[in-house]
């Protein structure tokens, strides 16, 4: 099995730009979630889905949009890229209920200038 | 909302020394997970503790849950180069629809 894969691994972006960070998961969990690491911060929870169709708000969801039409893939849009949003970002994905660990992906390193 | 604060931010210690890091909830919490993530990589699930006063051993880490469900330690003896990394910890809370809080993390370095 693949796990969670996230593509790309690394990205570097203008000012105003958009893009779309991929992610998929084929051990069929229910529950995808995107976090943004930084430095000193912690993992921070940025939008979450406890199922296909149905997504919510994390922590820190603003300049992010997310999507989930099938169980596997949770993709993450960054509307207008700004030099906040700099960051390393790590989806994860764990099956349903209470006390599941996540899985993680590799990350995507994107850098904003 | 619920914040999960952890201690120390660093950790230098020489090999052979014993490391802990410490987590702390503003909230009761229904479960407490620990992650380690290795430089340049992703975090990857240690364990997890469900029960008040759990303790739960993983050769020379020793986790233990809080009696009152708001903190949790990790403890590592004797510690070895391939313990370096990033510790975190992650509280759940029975209301939160599955959401995992996480700690700032511990990024523990070892001294050879």
């Known amino acids: 099995n693949a796990g969670v894969t996230q593509t790309p691994k690394f990205q570097v972006l203008k000012t105003g730009q958009s893009m779309t960070l991929q992610c998929a998961q084929d051990m069929n969990h229910e529950y995808m979630s995107w976090y943004r690491q930084d430095p000193g911060m912690g993992l921070r929870l940025i939008h979450y889905?406890?199922?296909?169709?149905?997504?919510d708000q994390g922590e820190v969801p603003n300049g992010y949009n997310v999507s989930r039409s099938t169980t596997e893939d949770f993709p993450l849009r960054l509307l207008s890229a700004a030099p906040s949003q700099t960051s390393v970002y790590f989806c994860?994905?764990?099956?349903?209920?209470?006390?599941?660990?996540?899985?993680f992906g590799d990350g995507t390193r994107l850098s904003i200038l | 909302g619920q914040q999960v604060m952890q201690i120390p931010q660093y950790q230098h210690v020489q090999e052979g020394e014993d490391f802990t890091t410490y987590c702390n909830s503003s909230t009761t919490l229904s479960n407490i997970q620990w992650y380690k993530q290795r430089p340049g990589g992703h975090p990857v699930f240690l364990i997890q503790l469900v029960k008040s006063g759990e303790v739960k051993k993983q050769k020379r880490l020793t986790f233990q849950f809080g009696e009152a469900k708001k903190n949790s330690s990790l403890h590592i003896t004797a510690t070895q180069t391939t313990d370096v990394g990033t510790y975190f910890c992650a509280g759940q809370r029975g209301t939160s629809y599955g959401k995992l809080t996480f700690g700032q993390g511990t990024i523990l370095t070892v001294h050879p």
């Open positions: 994860a994905s764990r099956l349903q209920g209470s006390n599941q660990p996540q899985h």
């Open positions: 889905s406890v199922g296909a169709g149905i997504t």
